[in-house]
């Protein structure tokens, strides 16, 4: 029976215990159950720190690890070769109250941005003087305080928010991803990147001369 282990590491893993152990941060695969079994459970890192903190560590360093531990395994790395352990302290979860409040916190914030944005931007682009224009061009007089163009524009603006966003509770047009969606991920990975790309620079302040 094969002796080799794959390892599949993800570039960030949220673990809640102080004490992380391989199979808490990496998928595992191999023909021997017992490798198995002896890899996922060797301890990786010993977090002493009563704080949520993120801690870049290197595949190599696992890999060193398992050859200490059995250096008749042999370990095939198909993830990322550097990854980050991401430690966030056990908390009480809120109740549907808090979960409730937070949400509205969050629209309610959400809706307020949109609106100044999308006002500010009209002010800017001089939205009503366009509209006024318009409407002298097709009906030949002067607008009144309100016209079908500001209600089509406004219905029109709704709708192709919900439209883009493609997200609506948890209805949904397709399964593609929404763009809010692609730019979160873009962020966690752009935040990843730069906590290991920061780890491996951390010697680079050091005087040499």
């Known amino acids: 029976m094969s002796r080799t282990l794959y390892l599949k590491l993800a570039q960030i ?98 809706f307020c941005g949109a609106a100044f944005a999308i006002m500010t931007f009209n002010n800017d682009a001089s939205v009503n003087e366009v509209f006024a224009e318009l409407y002298r061009m097709a009906l030949g007089q002067e607008p009144g305080h309100f016209s079908i163009l500001e209600l089509s524009y406004s219905i029109g603006l709704a709708l192709g928010i919900l439209v883009f966003f493609n997200h609506f509770a948890v209805w949904k047009l397709n399964t593609d991803p929404t763009p809010l969606e692609v730019e979160m991920r873009l962020y966690e990975d752009n935040i990843s990147k730069t906590l290991i790309q920061n780890d491996g620079r951390k010697e680079s302040d050091v005087d040499v001369t």
């Open 13 to 110: 893993t949220e673990v809640h215990e102080k004490e992380v152990k391989l199979k808490d941060v990496a998928e595992l695969y191999s023909d021997d159950p017992a490798v198995l079994a002896k890899c996922g459970a060797l301890k990786i890192r010993n977090i002493h720190e009563d704080r949520d903190k993120r801690y870049v560590e290197s595949v190599l360093d696992v890999i060193r690890k398992i050859t200490e531990m059995d250096p008749s395994i042999q370990v095939n790395n198909v993830g990322e070769t550097d990854f980050i352990i991401d430690y966030k302290r056990p908390r009480k979860q809120p109740g549907k109250t808090g979960k409730w409040l937070k949400a509205l916190a969050v629209a309610a914030v959400s």
